[in-house]
């Protein structure tokens, strides 16, 4: 008959359910992973799956009562880093998303909105589509796959239990939330020019010819050259887009730093 101890079964809980809770916290958190419209269940599985499949590669875990309070400290660390990481690219598609409200402000559709699957909510068409394109974008690079290697590689960079986290680096990740406004409105800067000379052109032309009705040409014409202009800049945002997500991987790491001895 075969016997356990209690330390056993704790380090084989230890080695899986540790792992386990930041793996779930990424999920929840980053995109594409984390869209309501995948079923809980889904995620649950997913998450399972990839701790079974990189638990025989991670280092050592820490020889402790997971029932205990330090065990409970360590499960809400491993939460808390995980949810850090999935935050961090979060961001970028954030600033994706406030450029299409951008755009959509400037072109006069800031009215219409529709139901958007990833933040379960009302948001502007504009920003949906600008949204779901990032998105397809990032799945046509494999950006879930990289996603899932930088979050196995985060296992050995922060190790379960191995090292502290820095005050700082909580500053880092808060910081990294200006690229929702600098890289949000450099993504919308050329349509935000062609709009604007456009207002400009209407200005002058209802000081030159003031029986013209702007609101009858003014709007048809706003939304017309709103779409032509995100049209031809389509095609040239691969390049930017393809750096932010580079930006969001690398800074699911390099956000943090270990606490000094």
């Given amino acids: 008959m075969i016997s356990l101890t209690a330390a056993e079964i704790n380090a084989w809980v230890v080695a899986f359910f540790f792992p386990l809770a930041r793996v779930l916290a ?7 992973f984390s869209n309501p419209a995948l079923p809980v269940r889904v ?23 997971p029932a205990s309070a330090a065990g409970l400290l360590l499960l809400a660390q491993q939460l808390t880093i995980g949810f850090a990481m999935g935050f961090a ?11 299409g409200t951008m755009i959509g402000l400037q072109m006069g559709l800031g009215f ?24 397809l974008a990032f799945m ?3 950006g879930h796959l990289m996603l899932i290697a930088t979050l196995t590689h985060s296992f050995t960079a922060l190790p379960v239990g191995g090292t502290q986290l820095a005050s700082g680096s909580w500053w880092n990740l808060s910081s990294a939330a200006a690229i929702i406004f600098s890289s949000g409105l450099l ?7 062609a709009l604007l000379v456009t207002n400009l052109a209407l200005a002058i032309l209802s000081r030159a010819a003031p029986q013209l009705n702007l609101i009858v040409i003014g709007f048809p014409l706003t939304i017309t050259l709103g779409f032509v202009a995100l049209m031809v800049a389509l095609p040239y945002l691969s390049v930017p887009l393809q750096q932010l997500f580079e930006y969001g991987l ?9 606490a000094p001895p």
């Fill in 187 to 193: 993504l919308a800067l050329p349509i935000l020019v």
């Fill in 250 to 258: 690398e800074s699911m790491l390099g956000n943090f730093s270990p």
């Fill in 89 to 99: 690219v979060r961001l970028v598609f954030s600033a994706v998303d406030l450029a």
């Fill in 43 to 65: 995620r649950l599985i997913l998450g399972l799956a990839i701790t079974l499949a990189i638990s025989p590669i991670l280092p050592a875990m820490p020889a402790i009562d």
């Fill in 112 to 135: 219409a909105t529709s139901y958007d699957p990833q933040s379960a909510g009302q948001t502007p068409v504009i920003s949906e589509f600008v949204g779901l394109v990032a998105l």
């Fill in 140 to 142: 046509a690079i494999n």
């Fill in 26 to 32: 990424v999920l929840v958190s980053a995109p594409p």
